[in-house]
């Protein structure tokens, strides 16, 4: 079954350091990989996704993802910490064609 | 503007009572979702639905009903035996043929 697990609930960072959030995923079938964005309160946002081609996505707000077969990763990455990327990441694999498997979340808190 | 729209946006019921949520999308979207969200799970499903006048149970269905007889309208209803029904829930939808699905502000649904 194919399912995905995010590394770290929560991670804390500098403003202008580099974010980091790890996803792996397991999928018997070439994966469809996204990450979603969710602020307090609020619903989930797309990133960014995976399906086939370029295994370097860039997504909006300066975020990207490498999909790296060879190590079930698909982590996502910004090269500089702003105080409004503070907030909670998903990372999800497709499960057919109509499903998505969550992970359990990461929380970014962005230090002044 | 197009887009998920649900209602209302805090909801507060008691114990041993039925309550609806609301979800309705102008996208022309073919299929619609809910998802429960509790802290540090991610999102599960609930239920899903395809086309008009089907569905199927996603991950926890049990204690919740919904019903699509609008291809832009999918209710969700809370029912009593739900055991803890407290959480966030949230909507999503997405057109027929693609990959990306698109979410709702959400509701948060407190049982006192």
């Known amino acids: 079954a194919q399912s995905v697990t995010q590394l770290g609930s929560h991670v804390s960072v500098s403003e202008g350091a580099l974010v980091l959030l790890r996803c792996n995923y397991s999928?018997?079938?070439?994966?469809?990989l996204f990450w979603y964005v969710q602020y307090p309160n609020q619903g989930l946002q797309l990133l960014l996704k995976y399906t086939t081609g370029a295994t370097l996505v860039k997504g909006i707000n300066g975020f990207e993802a490498e999909f790296k077969k060879s190590e079930t990763s698909f982590h996502l990455t910004k090269p500089s910490a702003h105080m409004s990327d503070a907030a909670e990441y998903f990372c999800?694999?497709?499960?057919?064609?109509?499903?998505?498997?969550f992970g359990a979340g990461t929380t970014v808190t962005v230090r002044a | 503007d197009g887009g998920i729209t649900q209602s209302p946006k805090y909801l507060f019921r008691k114990e041993g009572q039925n309550v609806t949520l609301s979800c309705e999308q102008n996208l022309n979207h073919d299929a619609m979702y809910w998802y429960r969200q509790d802290p540090g799970q991610g999102l599960r499903l609930i239920y899903y639905?395809?086309?008009?006048?089907?569905?199927q149970k996603g991950d926890i269905a049990e204690g919740y009903s919904v019903s699509r007889e609008k291809k832009e309208s999918f209710p969700l209803t809370v029912t009593s035996a739900q055991k803890n029904p407290t959480a966030f829930y949230l909507c999503a939808s997405k057109r027929g043929g693609t990959d990306t699905q698109y979410f709702g502000p959400g509701t948060r649904l407190t049982v006192l």
């Open positions: 999928s018997s079938v070439p994966p469809y």
């Open positions: 999800a694999v497709s499960v057919n064609d109509y499903k998505l498997s």
């Open positions: 639905s395809q086309i008009v006048n089907d569905f």
